[in-house]
């Protein structure tokens, strides 16, 4: 069932171009480039944007680059890249957003831990056997950043990543297959988007187009479809 929206016009225009918004904003710290390309350095993120789809703007990310080097795009078009870039993969994405409270934990649900610095290594091996989206060694100092420990081992975690306006992503769920079909990515999701919430803001995420057992999952938790997305990974020419 379709709820009602909270979102004007001008802040829909502002998610159809996250990456562009977050560097321009709340992301602006790990901002590189100018009036038109932007991109996150690439131990942070391998995401960039364009003012616009013009060759000037092509160009202007390309000068950020060096010959094979890749940039991931996000925005409502298919991308038809000029000169400097080959396409390597451009696939449709799903953006959701949270606009109602999110779901309290059970009781019973483990407790969380705060990631941090020391647990980089595990992130980034988790990440890498489970590829929720890229996630690199600086990735982390986008936002809060937690998990679930089972012996010690981190069997899942979850994290934010873009923001700007009263929006937060939510990015990198993933649990180890050891540990699956538990509610781990559920139950961090919520608490993540809880706190999002307590402090006024709106949780969103974007997921695979065809990823449907990830969408059937974040619809139950409240989340709502707002826009099919493309997703360009460029290479430098």
Not at 88 to 111: F, H, N
Not at 186 to 199: E, N, P, V, Y
Request: hydrophobic share 45%; glycine share 8%; charged share 20%.
């Amino acid at each position: 069932m379709n709820r009602s929206s909270t979102i004007s016009p001008a802040t829909s225009r502002l998610l159809d171009r996250p990456i562009w918004s977050a560097l321009t904003s709340g992301n602006a710290s790990f901002a590189e480039g100018g009036s038109r390309a932007l991109r996150y350095h690439p131990e942070v993120a391998p995401f960039a944007a364009l003012l616009d789809e013009t060759t000037a703007s092509f160009e202007a990310l390309a000068s950020l680059m060096t010959v094979g080097g890749r940039a991931a795009l996000v925005g409502p078009n298919a991308l038809e890249p000029s000169g400097h870039f080959q396409i390597e993969r451009q696939v449709p994405i799903m953006q959701m957003v949270l606009e109602t409270p999110a779901a309290e934990s059970i009781a019973a649900a483990p407790e969380h831990v705060t990631l941090g610095v020391a647990d980089v290594a595990d992130m980034m091996d988790l990440t890498g056997r489970t590829r929720p989206g890229p996630f690199a060694s600086r990735t982390m100092e986008f936002g809060r950043y937690i998990g679930i420990r089972v012996d010690g081992a981190l069997a899942a975690m979850a994290g934010e990543r873009m923001r700007f306006d009263r929006f937060v992503e939510i990015s990198a769920v993933c649990v180890d297959p050891a540990h699956r079909g538990r509610g781990y990515a559920a139950l961090l999701m919520m608490r993540l988007a809880r706190q999002i919430q307590l402090g006024g803001l709106t949780p969103f995420l974007h997921v695979l187009a065809d990823n449907l057992s990830a969408i059937t999952l974040y619809e139950k938790l409240g989340f709502r479809r707002r826009n099919t997305m493309h997703l360009t990974m460029l290479v430098r020419q």
